[in-house]
Each structure stands twice: as C-alpha cells, then as structure tokens.
C-alpha cells in the first residue's frame, strides 16, 4: 500500500506565505491525478487544487492566482501565498495510485495550516 505523508503546515500571518509538500512511498506504483483538500473547523473538506499525470492544474476559485500545485516524481507540492485567515484548515493530499493492477485512493493524515496575526 502506498502511503503518503504531509509536511510543510504551521502558523503564519496574513499575507504570508507556506510550502506544503506531499512524499509518497511505496514499492512498484505510479500516481496519476493528485490533488490538495482542506477542512475547516465545522465546514465539509474541500478541493482546493488538483493536477493531472501530465501536469493540468485545477483550482478552487477562492485560491486562483494565490495557490500553485506542483509536482515532482513521487512528490506534491503546493505553494500557499497571499495567505488569510480563511485558508486556515487541516490540509490533505490524495492521489490516484496505481499498483500491479489495482487501481485506489490514498489520503496524507494532514497538516495543520492556521492563518492569524
């Protein structure tokens, strides 16, 4: 099974900005769609951006122009800037594996993300 961990979440100010970064492993897997979700206190987990096999990106239309999703090999990132205190949620990743003939998705165990002065 292939498992992912996030890492990069903390506390910033307004306007400031964070690098949240997604490792996998595993053994003999490829991920096609990966993407970025978050959840608020109280609110239902959201999408915030996703990016294809071949690097299409998807944003939720409150971080355009804020948020960048990227990724290398095995790697996910996403570059928080401008960043207000309504970005502040737990962030999750979630990738589409492939693996010796099955197909499934995997979720990180999140970051914490707050957003205050």
């Known amino acids: 099974q292939v498992q992912l961990v996030e890492s990069g979440g903390g506390l910033v100010q307004p306007g400031g900005s964070l690098r949240l970064s997604c490792a996998a492993s595993?053994?003999?897997?490829?991920?096609?769609?990966m993407g970025w979700y978050r959840q608020a206190p109280g609110k239902q987990r959201e999408l915030v951006a996703t990016?294809?096999?071949?690097?299409t990106s998807n944003y939720l239309d409150s971080v355009k122009g804020r948020f960048t999703i990227s990724r290398a090999k095995n790697t996910l990132f996403l570059q928080m800037n401008s960043l207000k205190p309504e970005d502040t949620a737990v962030y999750y990743c979630?990738?589409?594996?492939?693996?010796?003939?099955?197909?499934?998705?995997?979720w990180g165990q999140g970051t914490q993300v707050t957003v205050s002065s």
């Open positions: 595993g053994s003999i897997f490829r991920l096609s769609a």
């Open positions: 979630n990738a589409n594996v492939q693996q010796l003939g099955r197909n499934y998705d995997v």
């Open positions: 990016i294809t096999y071949g690097g």
